[in-house]
């Protein structure tokens, strides 16, 4: 571990691998887990902004969990979270011609309905952030039904840190990975 300004920074997202691989995964982890995509507060505020937009691009299964449950969730725990769908799905899922699990809500962004790409915890994917009062947690977050991507970063040669670069940079800001680069560079 290792500290940047206010975050703590497993080396797990600098030494390890990774480069999503859709056409193994299907996108299973959208749909595989028991909680849906963490949120932070001002997101949940956008998802009830942006919902009417989004409708058109959901599946009715998505529309009914969201229209019971509502366009987030807090969990016991306090967090707070995409909906799901029957426990498994989130309610965001959508999926193509070849049933690989994408976001309604990134389809929308690309398709220019909507100026917000996803929830920045799905972008930062198989990134973790934990808040802490002090601090964040920056942590990797190895899940097997990511063996494939890992597979595909390490041919490819692909560090967890760059496969999320815009995802990170969206977070904590360009000069924050800048120095995320200069520590990588000293630890090769």
């Known amino acids: ?13 600098i030494e390890k691998d990774f480069v999503c691989n859709l056409s193994a995964c299907k996108g ?4 595989d887990g028991d909680a ?8 949940v505020k956008i998802l009830e902004d942006i919902y009417p937009k989004l409708k058109p691009f959901l599946r009715k299964e998505g529309i009914d969990a969201i229209e019971a449950q509502g366009t987030s969730i807090t969990t016991a725990f306090g967090d707070l979270e995409t909906p799901l769908i029957d426990g498994a799905d989130c309610a965001y899922v959508i ?3 070849k049933n690989t699990a994408l976001c309604a809500i990134e389809e929308a962004y690309n398709q ?4 917000w790409k996803k929830p920045v915890s799905c972008h930062l994917y ?4 934990r808040e802490y009062s002090e601090f964040s947690g920056v942590n990797y977050d190895k899940w097997e039904i990511c063996d494939d991507a ?7 040669q692909v560090p967890v840190y760059k496969f999320v670069k815009e995802a990170l940079i969206r ?3 360009e000069d924050w990975y800048a120095e995320l680069e200069k520590v990588a560079e000293k630890m090769k």
Do not use: N, W, Y
């Open 95 to 97: 999926f193509d011609e």
């Open 112 to 115: 220019g309905e909507i100026s």
């Open 171 to 173: 977070k904590f800001g």
């Open 126 to 129: 198989p990134i973790r952030v």
């Open 36 to 43: 849906g995509a963490p949120l932070d507060k001002d997101e």
């Open 150 to 156: 890992c597979s595909l970063g390490k041919e490819l």
């Open 1 to 13: 571990m290792f500290q940047l300004g206010k975050t703590i920074v497993s080396e797990d997202i």
């Open 28 to 31: 299973a982890c959208c749909i």
